[in-house]
């Protein structure tokens, strides 16, 4: 038996705003020193597979230097490995990008051949969890199924996010409905998780038409494939997050920041090691007047002020008298004297003058440029801006990257503004 | 000019008591999250140095699999790179090397097959941040035989290093091993470039063991020795009350050691470890903390490993603590140095009370309040252990006869 995983990394991940403006969602950093597809990553080389390919599209620049030849996952290896599919042209009529996740898959069909795997394992790249990939292997084969898809139960007001399955007694789908409006279709979520014999998947995705093409797996492959071949659900229980969106991706890090949290996702199992590309940083350097309480901090902070239910990434530094609150910093970032930070998420080399109040007030007006991304209060900054001291920035604001001082309006910005 | 680097990481630095009983002292770790020895070697491969052998022979397990192939210090090559040698037996060979010269020796055909003609020897325990670059082509200016490197150190200090004597023009004119008293303070700091041609003759002779206590004197009049002058940060670890000053160093604002600097980064195997995490209670100001560090205690002015867990109501000052080791609930340390995976039990206090009675069984290493708790050991809940006492690796709490281990005992 031969397994070939492939990640699927090349969406945009418009919903995270700014966050994927320079780097595709999967490249995003998360619980400090992570990025998304660390636990994908290091899903499949804990799961004992070592064939993986990364199907990227999106500013995939990030992505490549991070994954690089697969060393920290041990993927650099003789003989398989970790293998960075970027689109390409050919002969054929190959000459657009991507239009969904299928059609990624069908455009690399040639590698999937040459490497011949007996099973292809698809999975996407932006999701947080920690899952053994071998026993649905095995709950594949048991059952002869063509294609098994993992699910889990979500609760029943919140199906209208996922793709939920019907199954019969025996756990075969009966029905797939992609984000239904309904509350009736049952509480099985599709994770995104696809284990395909290779065989049928060739097939399916090479009788697209232009009436029923074959572009995604959730809206084309999947419905066709139910009536036809046996489909079946595998039930998969722990932690698994979707961090999809600027509030999920938020609280998903703040749970970081609570005992219980940790405990969900345990990213101290000795047995389970969530390997990323390390920095070589200092360890954490914490002045006599910091004051940090439950908070996750990376290797090369120095924390001078006050730290409080924060994740920060690797080298950020805290100033004296700052204040740091319910709020993300991701790399190299700079906190000034005295400037406050709170329920905001900050892109790596941002500057933040000194005295300058983030996330400030209590006014909840949503982000009038995108007031369906950002209306739950968080204010998002991104990579590289410089904020100059002493303004008062509100919440959902959102500040491009590359900001510079001089393009900021005035020494306020209302909740809601953008940058 | 074409350099080889020669690391000497044999020794068994007994002052350094159950931190080396486990290990050679260069695979001690120092500064959190890294050990002596990647101190000399991340100045290799910053000065473009990257054709480097560490000479082992004492406890090298730890050091075997912290150096591997050398991989976080991009040693990993096809040219040069970085070797490990062993003591091997061969014909016409004793066997155990004698000394850092005999070590050199040991290993003299290396040195042929390089066809390199500058050797750099280096000390594995020292801690700094140096170009070496600087020293080589002042070796190669002087037209030296041999270049020392030498920094001035205290007069009260002369006893712990070799002494040199320097004329006007840099030339070397004498040198005392370790004196008790002596006028002159410039010290060597066992760093030594020599002409390759000059190395294989001096050590032609096989009486001749050691570079510091018989080489040097016995070349002073027919080889030309220059003396280089290093000004920056230095440290010689291999004292208790050294190391555990040259980690609390690192915790000024703005120490001499600075491993914050991109231009010169200190690389090190680092463990896949999560970030820091910081509980509800936690109190950490003035620390180093390393990943995968959990506190939910109070930390104050202490170096800490990567995976150490402090729980809640326990209290670290002014301590150094090594990997994985776990600080049980109330429990209190202060003033130590605990080695790795060590368990501390639940209300232990680590350095009770206030005498300063040294060590009886090692007057001469623990005399300043420092008590140090060797590999693995667990400390029995409840205990009290007061200053400068020693505790040996792997000791459990059956090992302990009472619940109160007076000042200067030993475990």
């Keep these: ?419 | 000019m074409n350099s080889l680097v020669m690391i000497m990481a044999g020794g068994a630095s007994e002052d350094l008591s159950v931190l080396t009983k486990v290990r050679a002292e260069p695979a001690i770790p120092f500064g959190g999250k890294y050990r002596i020895v990647d101190f000399p070697l991340s100045n290799c491969v910053n000065s473009d140095l990257f054709n480097v052998a560490v000479l082992t022979q004492y406890m090298p397990r730890s050091l075997n699999d912290h150096i591997g192939v050398g991989k976080p210090w991009d040693l990993d090559r096809s040219q040069g790179g970085v070797r490990l040698f062993q003591p091997y037996l061969g014909p016409g060979q004793s066997g155990w090397q004698r000394g850092t010269a005999d070590a050199v020796r040991h290993n003299i055909y290396f040195l042929e097959e390089q066809r390199v003609d500058t050797v750099l020897i280096l000390a594995g325990d020292h801690i700094y941040k140096m170009d070496y670059r600087p020293m080589l082509n002042f070796h190669q200016q002087m037209q030296a035989d041999v270049t020392l490197a030498v920094r001035r150190v205290s007069p009260f200090e002369t006893h712990r290093f070799g002494i040199v004597s320097v004329e006007g023009n840099n030339r070397v004119t004498g040198f005392k091993e370790k004196p008790r008293r002596s006028r002159e303070t410039l010290a060597s700091m066992g760093i030594y470039v020599f002409k390759a041609d000059a190395l294989r003759e001096v050590l032609a002779d096989q009486k001749l063991n050691d570079f510091g206590r018989d080489i040097l004197p016995a070349i002073l009049r027919t080889h030309k020795i220059c003396a280089y002058t290093f000004e920056g940060y230095w440290a010689d670890v291999g004292t208790l009350q050294a190391y555990w000053e040259s980690n609390m160093a690192l915790l000024a604002e703005t120490p001499a050691l600075d491993l914050y600097d991109p231009e010169w980064v200190i690389h090190t195997r680092s463990e896949e470890q999560p970030p820091v995490e910081i509980g509800p209670e936690a109190w950490v100001g003035g620390n180093l903390l390393s990943n995968g560090c959990v506190i939910e205690g109070v930390v104050e002015r202490s170096v800490l490993s990567p995976g150490v867990r402090v729980s809640a109501g326990a209290v670290v000052r002014d301590s150094v603590i090594m990997n994985d080791t776990v600080i049980a609930p109330n429990a209190k340390v202060e003033r130590s140095i605990i080695d790795k995976e060590v368990f501390v039990g639940e209300g232990a206090e680590i350095c009770y009370g206030v005498d300063n009675i040294p060590n009886r069984l090692y007057p001469e290493r623990l005399n300043t309040g420092l008590s140090v708790v060797g590999k693995r050991a667990r400390i029995p809940m409840g205990i009290k252990i007061g200053h400068n006492v020693l505790i040996n690796p792997g000791v459990t709490e059956t090992d302990f006869q009472t619940d109160f281990v007076v000042s200067g005992e030993t475990v």
């Design chain 1, 1 to 419: 038996m031969q397994i070939l995983a492939v990640l699927m990394a090349g969406g945009a991940g418009t919903r995270l705003t700014v966050l994927s403006d320079k780097r595709a969602k999967p490249a995003v950093p998360f619980a400090g020193k992570y990025k998304i597809i660390d636990f994908t990553l290091s899903n499949c080389v804990n799961s004992g597979i070592y064939d993986v390919a990364v199907l990227t599209q999106y500013r995939p620049h990030s992505l490549n230097a991070h994954i690089g030849i697969g060393k920290p996952w041990d993927l650099d290896r003789q003989r398989g490995g970790v293998h960075l599919r970027q689109p390409y042209q050919g002969s054929s009529a190959d000459l657009d990008w991507y239009r969904g996740t299928a059609d990624a898959v069908y455009r690399n069909l040639d590698f999937i051949q040459e490497k011949n795997p007996t099973y292809v394992v698809i999975l996407s790249g932006d999701h947080i969890y920690k899952m053994d990939y071998r026993p649905m292997l095995a709950y594949h084969r048991e059952k002869g199924a063509d294609l098994t898809i993992g699910v889990m139960n979500v609760p029943l007001e919140e199906t209208d996010r996922f793709g939920i399955m019907t199954v019969n007694r025996n756990m075969r789908i009966t029905e797939f409905h992609e984000k239904p409006k309904e509350r009736d279709k049952g509480p099985l979520a599709s994770m995104g998780i696809y284990v395909f014999n290779t065989d049928i998947l060739l097939q399916r995705l090479s009788e697209g038409t232009p009436e029923a093409p074959r572009i995604d797996f959730g809206k084309d492959v999947i419905p066709a494939m139910i009536s036809q071949d046996k489909v079946y659900a595998y039930a998969f229980e722990g932690y698994w997050v979707d961090v999809g969106t600027v509030q999920s991706y938020w609280e998903t890090n703040l749970a970081l920041t609570t005992p219980e949290g940790r405990d969900s996702i345990n990213l101290h199992d000795p047995n389970w090691i969530v390997h990323t590309r390390s920095e070589e940083r200092p360890p954490v350097k914490l002045g006599p007047q910091a004051q940090v309480i439950n908070s996750m901090v990376s290797n090369g902070c120095v924390i001078r002020g006050k730290v409080e239910r924060s994740v920060l990434s690797p080298g950020v530094y805290v100033s004296p008298g700052a204040m740091v609150r319910e709020s993300v910093i991701i790399n190299d970032t700079w906190i000034g004297p005295g400037a406050i930070v709170e329920r905001t998420i900050i892109d790596e080399n941002v500057i933040v003058g000194a005295g300058t109040k983030l996330g400030f007030g209590e006014d909840m007006t949503p982000n009038q440029d995108m007031p369906d991304k950002l209306n739950t209060g968080i204010t998002v900054v991104g990579a590289g801006a410089q904020i100059a001291g002493g303004l008062t920035i509100g919440r959902n604001v959102l500040i491009r990257s590359d900001r510079f001082e001089s393009e900021f309006p005035g020494t306020e910005i209302a909740s809601g503004e953008t940058v």
